[in-house]
């Protein structure tokens, strides 16, 4: 059944999202009302028994219907429900939910263009419906190992920027205000649109409310920030939401990588399970990602372009 946004049950939604294998802070109706504001969804069963699910943010354009991955959410795509039982016939549920949900698509979509979940396994049905499939990595640290263990796995790089650092007097502080790093980041390489920008504040202030938000700043004795950063706390791991360009000084000295550092060692006393670097594929910020020790993980675009030939880069 498709559902718009009014029509969605928020207790039974994201009761789904928290039991989903798939889920994760992005799918929350809580996050989805700010990144992509009147979103709606696909669900797959009956009123109180949900099997699958896509949040789907439907755009238009000139007239033209599109649904593409909103800024701040590294994932969407669709989620089911957790199975038990023989590999069979969990394998056969989530054939007919895909196809379900693949039916239920709006036929005036134009562009569909989502990154699934790591944990999304089935992406047969969309290759079948000639939806492209594209692999994509990420890199997550396990936190599983002991504080002094994840140091020594830093490459040496990382740890002489910690020292750098601290001899520097550049030290980390937790702030609620983002207001500095968001001026910041502007100020040194605006990669963003100004209306992103500005969504940014709305977020952070949901994230606070929640609990789900942290906001590390690098800066010295004088009080002058050298580099900044906004993390998500999800269930078992925390996520690299957003981050500055550190200046040129401060980059030669190491602020950023200081400033990861100290987040997933934050996150390791947390208790959490992983550090989620949330992406990337260019290969500069890739090698940045590779210093902490991680591991690259595999996750999926999965895209279908019906805009005829002339037109198909118009979006």
Not at 54 to 78: E, N, T
Not at 108 to 117: A, Y
Not at 133 to 144: A, C
Not at 287 to 295: A, I, K, T
């Amino acid at each position: 059944m498709f559902l718009r946004r009014n029509e969605i049950n928020e207790v039974l939604w994201n009761q789904f999202i928290e039991a989903s294998p798939q889920g994760c802070i992005y799918f929350y109706t809580w996050y989805l009302d700010i990144v992509c504001p009147n979103w709606s969804a696909i669900v797959i069963g009956n009123e109180n028994n949900w099997n699958a699910l896509i949040p789907l943010p439907v755009s238009q354009k000139m007239g033209i219907s599109y649904a593409l991955q909103p800024l701040f959410a590294q994932y969407l795509g669709v989620l089911f429900r957790p199975q038990t039982g023989k590999m069979v016939t969990q394998w056969s549920n989530k054939k007919s939910w895909c196809e379900a949900i693949i039916r239920c698509l709006p036929s005036s979509l134009k562009l569909f263009n989502f990154t699934f979940s790591p944990q999304f396994d089935y992406p047969i049905p969309f290759y079948w419906k000639d939806y492209q499939i594209t692999n994509k990595y990420t890199y997550w640290l396990s936190l599983k190992p002991s504080l002094p263990t994840l140091q020594q796995n830093f490459r040496t790089s990382v740890r002489k920027a910690i020292l750098k650092c601290e001899k520097a007097g550049i030290r980390h502080h937790i702030t609620s205000d983002i207001h500095h790093i968001i001026q910041f980041a502007k100020k040194q390489k605006q990669f963003l649109a100004d209306i992103h920008y500005e969504k940014l504040p709305v977020l952070w202030e949901v994230l606070q409310e929640k609990g789900k938000g942290l906001a590390i700043e690098m800066r010295d004795t004088q009080g002058k920030l050298h580099t900044g950063g906004l993390f998500l706390k999800d269930k078992n791991r925390w996520i690299n939401l957003f981050g500055c360009n550190a200046n040129p000084d401060s980059k030669a000295i190491g602020a950023g990588a200081a400033m990861l550092a100290q987040a997933i060692l934050m996150a390791k006393e947390a208790g959490m399970e992983y550090f989620d670097f949330e992406g990337s594929m260019l290969e500069g910020v890739e090698r940045f990602y590779r210093n902490f020790g991680g591991n690259p993980i595999p996750y999926i675009q999965v895209s279908k372009n019906t805009f005829p030939p002339p037109l198909k880069w118009i979006m």
